[in-house]
């Protein structure tokens, strides 16, 4: 593994860190301990590989979580997202998400936000318009990898038009994962697929019986394209240690909806929005904070005519 690749590594990690400790003070020594670098190496390399500054990090990642929340809490007070997310007073906050959405919180909970999430859907099919050439010879590439995706008959791509909702309690699972940045639905996602792949076959963690996962982990109503997160996984023991750029995560378990997908990577974007859009504000239920899931099982593969695949889509909920 190249230098680059440990150092994503230790990147992720430190991205990971910051989400799951929002509300506790996250400056430039605690964070350059996580990532074992000095606070001077590392606030540099923090920028280079990700484009924006640590400080900026943490703030947009307060924001978004605080974002996503005024929405799936209604009934929460503001002040108290504020500082459950690390904020130390109403003003402070005020402040800061009128600077990065646009619209104080009681604006974007009035209805705002719906202007910000259009203009990334429309960001989001301008970039699968002109990627699609690019995206479909991913795909063929793709079909041809008998390690862990077999060739599967699925006939006619569906997409989201026939997605029946299934309510399941999932487990704790830990997974060893592999990172793409950039927008969702781009066919970047198909290739890391299949750097992924390589990997677990050389390590024996691919073929049947090895459960694999898609994460996202950012709401592309709320966080740009271009910095989305998405992570291809697949299921490990507890005591299984990273190696090189792939890192270890836990996905936490509870109750999701969850819906057999069979379709196109250019069509599943399409499918997650019907999910939230249609079924989910009428479901009496509220998605929670944790992330969106890909579940792939012993049923995937791709159809070489096709390049349609199938899979669990898994949206995390809690009682409204």
């Known amino acids: 593994m190249s230098d680059r690749g440990l150092y994503i590594a230790r990147i992720n990690r430190v991205i ?3 989400d799951a400790h929002l509300d506790e003070p996250l400056d430039l020594a605690a964070l350059a301990a996580v990532a074992h670098f000095s606070p001077w190496h590392f606030h540099r390399l923090f920028q280079a590989l990700t484009g924006e500054t640590l400080a900026d990090r943490v703030r947009r990642r307060r924001l978004e979580v605080a974002a996503g929340r005024l929405l799936a809490t209604p009934a929460v007070a503001a002040l108290t997202i504020a500082l459950d997310v690390g904020f130390g007073s109403a003003e402070v906050f005020t402040r800061a998400f009128k600077a990065h959405f646009g619209v104080t919180p009681s604006a974007w909970r009035r209805g ?8 990334h859907r429309a960001q989001l099919r301008k970039i699968h318009q002109d990627r699609r050439k690019a995206h479909q010879a991913v795909i063929e590439a793709f079909a041809e990898d008998r390690i862990a995706w ?6 006619d791509p569906q997409g989201a038009s026939t997605m029946k909702i299934e309510l399941k309690t999932l487990p704790d699972i830990h997974v060893a994962y592999l990172r793409h940045v950039g927008p969702y639905g781009d066919p970047g996602i198909s290739q890391l697929w299949q750097r992924f792949d390589r990997w677990c076959a050389q390590r024996g963690l691919a073929g049947p019986g090895r459960l694999l996962l898609g994460v996202s982990q950012d709401s592309p109503d709320i966080t740009a394209p271009d910095r989305c997160r998405y992570d291809a996984c697949v299921e490990v023991d507890a005591g299984f240690r990273p190696e090189g750029e792939v890192g270890v995560q836990a996905l936490a378990g509870g109750r999701y909806a969850c819906a057999r997908y069979r379709g196109t990577a250019l069509q599943i974007h399409e499918a997650w929005m ?3 859009g249609r079924w989910l504000p009428d479901s009496g239920y509220l998605a929670d904070d944790r992330p969106c899931l890909e579940l792939y099982d012993d049923g995937a593969g791709v159809d070489p005519k096709t390049g349609a695949f199938s899979c669990l889509l898994c949206v995390p909920l809690k009682a409204a």
Do not use: N, T
Not at 112 to 119: D, L, S, T, V
Not at 150 to 155: A, D, L, Q
């Open 16 to 18: 990971d860190h910051i």
């Open 274 to 276: 019907a999910m939230f």
């Open 150 to 155: 077999p060739e599967v008959g699925h006939g």
């Open 112 to 119: 705002a936000w719906h202007e910000h999430a259009q203009r």
